[in-house]
């Protein structure tokens, strides 16, 4: 049986990470050069490029604006992967866009499309003219007068057809360009099930006819936030076991906690496995009774770490 392989799209050229918050304050292309060399040397098959403000950081959108052409040609200067840019701001993709050489790194990556994005339409453009990559992201779907979340499996799937079908209809996408983030939240303050959701999510789209060919990804720093740090590269790596049970096969990641799956009987993928089982409701059980008792699971995974 042919090995699944995880492509890993490298996520610390954002200010969420101390490194990156000092090359953009100090608007250092080396320091930028130096975090993409780092990602490549450990495996990312692309680059995030995200220079938006944080809760550590203001950023100014005129200077991102201004910032992002050096930005990106310092990393392509140094690299040959490609770069997926990272923001909800047409804008930004315009400009990342149209300074961005394809001859040097192939297909560039669209982060992100959405059923709410403002100027949907011209996202699509962009993604047509550019001939990019696009993520999309399956937490919210179009409904009758608006946008709504996604509450359940169903609705990410279907969230997930309806931006497929206007990426090709209206952006000329096929699916092996389309990559849909189904979302994962922090297990430790999952009490809404979502985990599972995503999971289920992946699940359905792998085996619905109509969207073979397409990726799946997660965002797979947010799994562990707020976990102990000697713990949260176990529990992601545990993850991505299931999620990739389950279909993925992308994952945007920090490649210096060396993101691989787990072996399916590993311990830690056990645990996991059981505490997911308990955020299911039983019949006649809120999903918040639920959610709380899988909270517990993992509560109780991170101790007996702590203790060993």
């Not at 040609?73 to 040959?80: H, M």
């Not at 560039?108 to 699509?124: F, G, H, K, Q, Y």
Request: with cysteine; charged share 20%; proline share 5%.
């Amino acid at each position: 049986m042919t090995e699944k392989k995880l492509t890993l799209i490298g996520d610390l050229i954002n200010n969420a990470f101390g490194r990156a918050r000092t090359a953009y304050t100090q608007r250092s292309l080396p320091d930028y050069q130096r975090l993409a060399l780092r990602e490549i040397e450990l495996g990312a098959h692309a680059l995030d490029v995200n220079l938006d403000g944080t809760q550590q950081l203001q950023v100014r959108t005129e200077e991102m604006l201004a910032f992002l052409p050096d930005v990106i040609a310092a990393l392509q200067a140094v690299t040959s992967v490609p770069l997926c840019f990272d923001n909800p701001s047409v804008d930004y993709h315009r400009i990342a866009l149209e300074h961005y050489d394809r001859k040097k790194s192939g297909p560039p990556i669209l982060n992100s499309v959405a059923a709410s994005r403002e100027r949907l339409d011209e996202m699509l453009e962009l993604a047509a003219a550019y001939d990019a990559d696009v993520i999309v992201m399956a937490s919210e779907r179009f409904v009758v007068g608006g946008t709504a979340q996604c509450l359940n499996a169903a609705d990410a799937h279907a969230a997930a057809r309806q931006l497929v079908e206007l990426l090709v209809t209206k952006a000329g996408r096929r699916p092996g360009q389309i990559i849909i983030d189904t979302g994962l939240a922090p297990v430790g303050a999952d009490t809404y099930g979502l985990v599972n959701i995503g999971l289920d999510a992946m699940r359905l789209i792998r085996a619905d006819p109509d969207l073979q060919g397409v990726h799946l990804t997660v965002g797979l720093s947010n799994f562990a936030w707020g976990m102990p740090k000697g713990f949260r590269e176990q529990l992601e790596h545990a993850y991505l076991t299931l999620g990739m049970e389950a279909g993925l096969d992308w994952a945007i990641a920090n490649p210096e906690k060396l993101p691989a799956p787990l072996a399916p009987d590993h311990p830690m993928v056990t645990k996991l496995r059981q505490a997911l089982a308990q955020g299911r409701a039983a019949a006649g059980e809120t999903q918040e009774s639920a959610g709380y008792r899988q909270a517990e699971a993992i509560m109780a995974i991170c101790a007996e770490s702590a203790e060993s």
